[in-house]
């Protein structure tokens, strides 16, 4: 079986993907939904204010009123649903603990769900080295499904069907945003940007992954090691690192503020 996951401008969009992965007689519990607990008000000034689409966007999105979750949260996934104050990105419903596991948050979620069940997906499986990009979707309006399933490609296909954005752009973009500021800071201390980007950009996101958030780069070097090399692993690597931990801070700050 394998995790995929879709990123849809619309929550209406989202919520018709759960309901053909239940209609395909995938199991509640191996498919998780979230979307901004937000009116259709906030969402419609959220999406002009954050996207590149033209304004009234939120109409598009479905209503999203308080705690209430739509047919795809209360007829198929209703076993487990939550609303979260997630740090950095806002309230989020998050429907199914496959959902709350994404953003690490399970536990809030897993009061109606069988043991079992919660375990089987508190691995690695779930894809949190992109994190930063599910949480930047919400704070946009947008809305993520997750799915654990037997057939990825067929998956796959709906999702982008239903109009599924791609991750890897978005994950593009969202570093096009930061990467004129990095470059200056890099530059600053006397790097050479336009050699080491990679480095520093792989050591950025890095420290926005779930596992690794909140620490040093000291805290986590031997786990590091796991998934890079020492050559990996350079000072570019690490100036990457420290700036993506105080990026993390000023998001969770400007939450809060």
Not at 26 to 44: C, N, Q, R, S, Y
Not at 98 to 112: D, K, R
Not at 169 to 185: F, G, K, P, V
Not at 231 to 242: C, K, T
């Amino acid at each position: 079986m394998a995790i995929v996951t879709g990123i849809f401008k619309s929550r209406r969009e989202a919520e018709q993907v759960v309901d053909e992965l239940r209609a395909a007689n995938v199991d509640a519990e191996h498919i998780g939904f979230l979307t901004p607990e937000m009116t259709e008000k906030e969402l419609e000034a959220r999406a002009r204010i954050t996207d590149s689409e033209r304004p009234g966007l939120g109409k598009a999105m479905g209503a999203v009123v308080g705690g209430a979750i739509g047919a795809a949260g209360g007829a198929t996934l209703g076993a487990a649903v939550a609303s979260l104050a997630v740090p950095g990105v806002g309230p989020v419903i998050a429907a199914g603990v496959i959902a709350a596991a994404l953003l690490g948050t399970a536990g809030a979620a897993t009061g109606a769900v069988a043991g079992e069940a919660t375990e089987e997906f508190l691995g690695e499986g779930l894809p949190h080295e992109d994190l930063f990009v599910y949480e930047d979707a919400l704070r946009k309006g947008q809305s993520v499904v997750v799915a654990f399933v037997d057939d990825e490609d067929r998956t796959k296909e709906m999702m982008k069907r239903h109009g599924s954005l791609d991750v890897d752009q978005l994950r593009d973009n969202w570093w096009q945003e930061h990467r004129n500021a990095e470059r200056t800071s890099y530059q600053s201390q006397g790097g050479d940007f336009d050699r080491d980007e990679e480095s520093y950009r792989r050591g950025f996101q890095a420290a926005l992954h779930g596992k690794y958030r909140g620490k040093t780069f000291d805290d986590v070097q031997q786990e590091l090691r796991n998934s890079y090399d020492d050559q990996q692993l350079d000072s570019a690597f690490r100036q990457g690192y420290e700036r993506g931990r105080r990026y993390q801070v000023t998001v969770v700050e400007s939450y809060k503020a």
